[in-house]
């Protein structure tokens, strides 16, 4: 492997690990794509991404804690566990072509739609889900798109953004969630002999920009206005979809 390739999947795992701290998701779509123009294997990135996501997500943890919502994180995460086999089906049987496409659309519109209603649709019912149940089929399609895509935090994110929490809440909940379905996940990759040398190599030499992608992430983050970063994740939200359909 060359310093020239180490470089560029460097650069790529610092963009994801940058939007995930900052915004609480994201990195898989923006890293993925990009990682596939490279000569590496698609079972090496899904496995890189599935270990700098969950380093992601324990770094960022351990100062957030006292703001996930918990009894939401457990439905989330038994219904994720329940949803991981399904995925591993839809990767054999399913053309990835066209779920990724169909997922893009949908959020290019859900985005959209989330921005412009406040101001022409106010008529329109209010798309909140504070019933507990509906944390179970989210998680559970949660489980689906992450062990077959590593995209476990569409559905995630799409919740708790009809949930309506907080900024510190969405990031924080989305990261523990995140925390444990990378744990469920990563173990299944290596089950499942996703796992290689080449695989280490780039996670351990990762590791550093990780780090400086959390500490600038969150000095971003806190410096965010809470009444504006609604409207910025459904921006993020209308770009991932953008990249999907591209």
């Given amino acids: ?60 943890i351990l100062s957030g804690w006292q703001n996930v919502d918990r009894p939401v994180l457990g439905r989330l995460s038994i219904a994720t566990l329940l949803g991981i086999p399904c995925g591993l ?9 066209v779920i990724t496409y169909r997922l893009g659309i949908f959020l290019v519109i859900y985005g959209i739609y989330s921005l412009v209603k406040p101001r022409l649709f106010q008529s329109l019912p209010d798309l909140s889900l504070n019933k507990s149940i509906w944390s179970l089929p989210f998680g559970f399609v949660a489980g689906i798109f992450g062990s077959a895509y590593n995209m476990n935090g569409v559905p995630v994110v799409i919740y708790g953004t009809m949930r309506d929490w907080k900024p510190e809440v969405f990031r924080e909940t989305l990261q523990a969630h995140f925390l444990v379905s ?15 040398k ?35 994740v459904f921006v993020v939200v209308i770009v991932l979809g953008m990249i999907l359909l591209v």
């Fill in 1 to 60: 492997m060359s310093i020239t390739l180490i470089l560029l999947v460097i650069g790529i795992v610092f963009l994801g690990s940058l939007m995930r701290a900052v915004f609480g998701f994201g990195d898989s779509i923006i890293s993925m794509p990009l990682l596939a123009l490279l000569p590496i294997d698609l079972s090496t990135s899904i496995s890189l991404i599935g270990l700098v996501g969950f380093t992601v997500a324990v770094l960022t």
């Fill in 89 to 97: 089906l839809l990767v054999r049987f399913a053309p990835n072509k």
């Fill in 182 to 196: 990378s744990s469920l996940i990563i173990v299944g990759q290596f089950m499942g002999g996703f796992w290689s």
């Fill in 198 to 232: 080449e695989l280490f190599l780039l996670y351990v030499l990762s590791l550093p920009v990780i780090g400086v992608a959390i500490l600038l992430g969150n000095f971003i983050h806190g410096r965010i206005p809470s009444y504006k970063f609604g409207r910025y």
